[in-house]
């Protein structure tokens, strides 16, 4: 007899952005008619750069040739492409790592969804809250989380992120083994300075602690004193994991194409106490159950860093960047308390006349045809809170601030 991971059994219903379009498509069909804005699951819209599809276009025709055709990669990724990041993500900001430490993937979700794999399920994990459901999701699949009371698993410790704090999560009064942290964030679109990202720092080194940190929207940022990456932070580099994207950077939503680091320093303890470095537990997993990102997905990646692909991808950042103004202000105008949008493509608002978070969706819905996602999809404290992504189309944006306007 074949036995069920019951860890499976225990998460519920379905995956947020899955029940979100369940929903949406339920209520399509007892209205086919409405003109629904989807302004819920932060996909993109812009197309790719033009600079990644021509790069793409010579990969399948080199692909085309015996002279120039290419098989399996290397699992981490083309030295090509792994040379453009170091360089430009991160030396270009006094941030020197190894090509080694690089592994080139098919996104952040999957990473920090797999991450889990070469950590013990002993493990305490802290989370922010609201957070990215693949954190808690994934620590649930792996028999890390407890048991699901009142919207809380009992083995995951919740950091609150609110109005009330400024969105900046306090350390936890009880030892965790690992924390998530994604800055700028999903989904309030709030970011950590500089001083209280250090804080984190310092306390994971102060208590053995691995930070996970995902920097997924951090082409997003446009104030001075937010880091882009933790290895920004002095010592970061003996105690997190940062994971990268192209998707919300160059529009690989569909493509799939992302990075993880993980420093030579990294390390955490078996039982008996012995330090092992993460580096090549990860590379071994990557070699046994990764084959690499497609080679013409590397090609068009790279291109992301050319000249053309840096100008095309910054006027693909500002055009989401004044739809998140758009949004900021349209809701402002009518009275709504939003946070978020000013160094991520994410709005958070409160919902008004102490509406749940799915009550806020489903009034949005049915009498403007808005689609958002709730908050509280995103953990206990992200109710009364709802987010709009700033990833839709210009006119679809303007569009749903107008109904917004008929807000009462
Ligand atoms: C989101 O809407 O939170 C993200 O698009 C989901 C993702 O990046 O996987």
Redesign the pocket.
């Known amino acids: 007899m074949a036995f069920v991971n019951e860890n499976f059994l225990k998460l519920p219903g379905s995956y947020l ?1 899955s029940e979100i379009a369940r929903r949406v498509s339920a209520y399509k069909g007892e209205h086919p008619d409405a003109d629904i804005i989807r302004l819920g ?3 993109v819209t812009r197309p790719l750069p033009p600079a990644c599809i021509e790069a793409m276009h010579r990969a399948v025709d080199e692909e085309a040739s015996s002279a120039t055709f290419r098989g399996y990669g290397p699992e981490q990724g083309y030295d090509v492409l792994i040379e453009a990041i170091l360089q430009h993500d991160y030396a270009a900001r006094g941030i020197c790592l190894r090509p080694s430490e690089v592994f080139v993937s098919d996104g952040a ?1 999957s990473d920090t969804g797999n991450i889990g794999d070469i950590l013990g399920q002993a493990n305490t994990v802290g989370v922010t809250d609201p957070v ?1 459901p ?1 954190y808690i999701d994934s620590n649930v699949m792996a028999g890390r989380s407890g048991d699901l009371t009142d919207g809380k698993w009992s083995r995951i410790t919740y950091l609150p992120c609110t109005a009330a704090n400024g969105f900046v999560p306090a350390l936890p009064e009880q030892r965790v083994d690992i924390i998530y942290l994604c800055y700028p964030n ?2 309030t679109g709030t970011t950590l300075t500089r001083t209280e990202l250090k804080k984190w720092v310092d306390y994971a080194k102060a208590n053995d602690s691995l930070i996970l940190y995902d920097a ?1 929207y951090e082409a997003y940022i446009s104030e001075e004193d937010v880091p882009h990456s933790i290895y920004e932070i002095e010592g970061a580099r003996q105690v997190a994991i940062e994971f990268r994207s192209f ?1 919300k950077t160059a529009g690989f939503t569909g493509v799939r194409c992302g990075y993880t680091v993980v420093p030579e320093e990294v390390t955490v303890r078996t039982a008996s106490g012995e330090r092992v470095p993460l580096n090549p537990l990860w590379n071994r997993r990557q070699c046994t159950k990764f084959n690499g990102t497609s080679y013409i997905t590397q090609r068009g990646a790279e291109a992301v860093y050319s000249p053309k692909g840096q100008r095309q991808v910054q006027e693909t950042i500002a055009y989401y960047m004044e739809n998140a103004r758009i949004l900021r202000e349209g809701l402002r105008s009518v009275g709504f308390q939003v946070y978020g949008g000013v160094n991520a493509p994410y709005i958070w608002l409160q919902t008004p006349q102490g509406l749940t978070s799915w009550q806020f969706f489903d009034e949005l819905l049915h009498r403007m045809h808005i689609v958002g ?1 709730p908050g509280v999809g995103f953990g206990p404290s992200g109710e009364g809170y709802f987010r709009l ?1 700033a990833f839709g189309q210009r006119e679809n944006t303007l569009r749903a601030m107008e109904r917004i306007a008929g807000w009462k």
């Open positions: 952005f699951i932060g996909d979700k990215y693949v999903n989904p997924a998707s996602t992504t």
